[in-house]
């Protein structure tokens, strides 16, 4: 990797230039720089990585309709147009959206994936709802602190694992039952869930089968 200037790019049909404020830093950064999505996604280089931005709309391509010069924007890049480790960023209108009043920039950029991620398998996967039981792994993770709050809002009943060190974030953020994975099988604890969200694999994964429902 190396620090390298390159010219402003410009926005195009249904585009926005956005001046990146923050930049959220995700597993799936690295994995790409790694080469360990190759399969899934490929990449030409030179590359600069990034997928998940907060800033402000600097241009407007021809066509954009929702935005307007100095709205404050997240989004989580497109695949074919990641780029948010950058002072500037090209963002497809479809990919942004406004950012939270009460958010800042960083906590805005923080979100798009996790956000993303926790909202497609739990709502248009699983389809999850209320009084259903829920075990979310790595509560206090990206992912898993996102998952916890929207399993709740779904009216769900939660268990999650953490560290000691995390009991008490994840029970903030609305975790019923709270299993320290150092110490504790969760599958000892969580017994026919309606839904296992692992974004762990491997082993926790094949465990999670004795968890969940047939």
Avoid: C
Wanted: aromatic content about 6%.
């Amino acid at each position: 990797m190396e620090m390298m200037e390159l010219p402003r790019p410009e926005p195009g049909p249904g585009e926005l230039l956005v001046r990146v404020r923050a930049a959220g830093v995700n597993p799936l950064d690295y994995k790409i720089r790694d080469g360990a999505v190759k399969v899934l996604l490929s990449f030409s280089f030179p590359l600069v990585l990034g997928t998940d931005l907060a800033g402000d709309v600097e241009a407007i391509g021809p066509g954009v309709t929702k935005f307007k010069l100095g709205d404050a924007v997240y989004s989580r890049l497109d695949n074919d147009r990641i780029g948010a480790f950058a002072e500037y960023a090209l963002v497809r209108e479809r990919a942004a959206a406004r950012m939270p009043a009460r958010l800042d920039y960083a906590q805005a950029a923080s979100l798009p994936l996790v956000g993303l991620t926790a909202w497609q398998a739990l709502i248009e996967l699983a389809r999850l709802r209320a009084g259903q039981k829920v075990l979310i792994h790595a509560g206090s993770g990206g992912v898993g602190t996102f998952a916890i709050q929207l399993a709740k809002h779904l009216g769900a009943q939660v268990a999650t694992t953490a560290g000691l060190r995390n009991h008490a974030l994840v029970k903030s953020l609305g975790a019923d039952v709270v299993i320290d994975y150092q110490t504790t099988p969760f599958e000892a604890v969580a017994k026919d869930q309606d839904v296992v969200l692992d974004t762990q694999g491997g082993d926790t994964l094949l465990r999670s089968f004795k968890a969940v429902k047939p």
